[in-house]
């Protein structure tokens, strides 16, 4: 059996046997259910219904609000305005909204006033504008001389079909379907590179603290280490991952199980009449989303990932071996995590908006963003060769910077009491044979 793979099963062993290996394993997932479980439950709570106290000197307002669960309103337009203000101050009402005479309604609407003594909700205030600006533009309309529903008739909503050259209809949301699937396994690619990069970064800091390194150097090369170091974690990823996938797949059918129940026999026909009604926009969302390339999507998920680790877990290899504690390697890993972020923002505000342009073709190239940047360009249709060259450029990167790296990681690795910086790396990187 070959150094290397003596170091692989070492180091796939001593990460599986860790006990917090062994408990983030296999608790995560319960975590993870149980934050979303709670996340439902609270959001299903409905807040106390909170009064709202309208004083309308105009008389022509207060019918247009309508109370919600969260907001009722109460006419209080005979009490005196300063009585209310002292209500709200003892917490009888939320908030009086005051609606003064003006003899304009120019002079009106810049003279309503709310008094409340917490700040309201953006979309509350927003909710309340409208409904007075409604009321007055249908007024102004009056006044005019203007009919407002003749307006309101002429009034054009413009609603543009999309259709293929081949004659098939499409819908205007499946980008969003796309972008969703896309940045789901870009973001999962950035997380497991940062998450198993600082494990290789960690188990390198303490072997070289320990003085085990020194025993272990004497055996097999720096580069067959680190290598080692490298795939043996990446194997302890994939199981863990696999773990995370079976026990969440177990979730979701216990959950379907118990909570999956028949709804009641109204609520079935309205959403029956509904599905009816939008049948047709299912059907071509149907369509739409077998037609996306989820086998090669989940190929290039793979690879992409195994490029994408390996190129970092380099780094942070090297990093790891340069520094005493993981303390002083926060310095070094600023410049590693910004492409990676790069790559996220790059794929949600780029990649959308114009998936073929040329900032998004450009970063799905660059080795340090593309495994993010091309995955969330692949749903929208990407050449084949272009997803070829991206993987070829990614993993020809990856043996250049793995020589470099090796290279910071041999003399790094019996490197003591002093702390690294760029320009001694960039010398290690020079001088060493």
């Known amino acids: 059996m070959s150094a290397l793979t003596l170091i692989i099963k070492r180091e796939f062993i001593a990460k599986v046997r860790n006990k917090s290996f062994i408990v983030m394993t296999f608790l995560s997932p319960l975590i993870f259910a149980g934050i979303a479980l709670l996340i439902g439950y609270l959001g299903s709570l409905k807040a106390d219904q909170k009064t709202i106290a309208i004083h309308d000197e105009t008389g022509l307002f207060f019918h247009d609000f309508k109370a919600d669960d969260e907001h009722r309103f109460a006419d209080y337009s005979q009490t005196d305005v ?190 029956a009449m509904a599905m009816a009604e939008n049948s047709g926009t299912i059907q071509v969302l149907i369509r739409e989303a077998g037609n996306l390339p989820i086998i090669t999507m989940i190929v290039s998920f793979i690879i992409f990932f195994v490029g994408g680790y390996f190129l970092y877990s380099s780094l942070y290899a090297a990093i790891g071996a340069a520094v005493d504690n993981e303390t002083d390697s926060q310095q070094f890993l600023l410049p590693i995590m910004l492409p990676l972020i790069l790559g996220v923002y790059i794929g949600f505000f780029t990649v959308i908006n114009d998936p073929h342009g040329g900032v998004a073709t450009t970063f799905s190239f660059i080795p340090l963003t593309s495994p993010i940047v091309m995955l969330m360009r692949i749903p929208f249709g990407v050449p084949w060769w272009q997803i070829v060259l991206s993987m070829a450029i990614l993993f020809a990167t990856f043996l250049g910077v793995v020589w470099f790296a090796a290279k910071i990681y041999r003399i790094g690795i019996l490197m003591y009491g002093k702390k690294p910086t760029w320009k001694e790396m960039f010398k290690w990187m020079r001088y060493s044979n």
């Open 82 to 271: 300063k009585t209310l203000q002292d209500s709200v101050g003892g917490h009888a009402y939320e908030g009086v909204l005051v609606i003064p005479k003006a003899a304009s309604n120019a002079e009106l609407q810049q003279s309503i006033v709310y008094y409340s003594d917490e700040d309201p909700g953006i979309m509350f205030m927003e909710n309340i504008e409208d409904v007075i600006a409604r009321r007055l533009t249908k007024d102004n309309y009056l006044k005019s001389g203007l009919d407002s529903l003749k307006i309101q008739q002429a009034n054009a909503d413009v609603s543009i079909k999309l259709k293929k050259s081949s004659g098939e209809d499409s819908i205007k949301g499946i980008n969003w379907l796309k972008i969703t699937l896309g940045g789901l396994f870009g973001y999962l690619i950035m997380m497991f590179i940062i998450i198993y990069g600082n494990m290789v970064m960690r188990s390198v800091i303490e072997e070289k603290t320990n003085r085990i390194i020194e025993i272990i150097i004497s055996s097999v090369k720096p580069f067959q280490l680190m290598m080692g170091k490298i795939i043996g974690t990446s194997l302890a990823g994939v199981l863990q991952f696999s773990i995370w996938a079976i026990i969440g797949l177990v979730i979701m059918a216990v959950a379907t199980s118990l909570f999956g129940v028949d709804m009641p026999s109204a609520q079935a026909s309205t959403q």
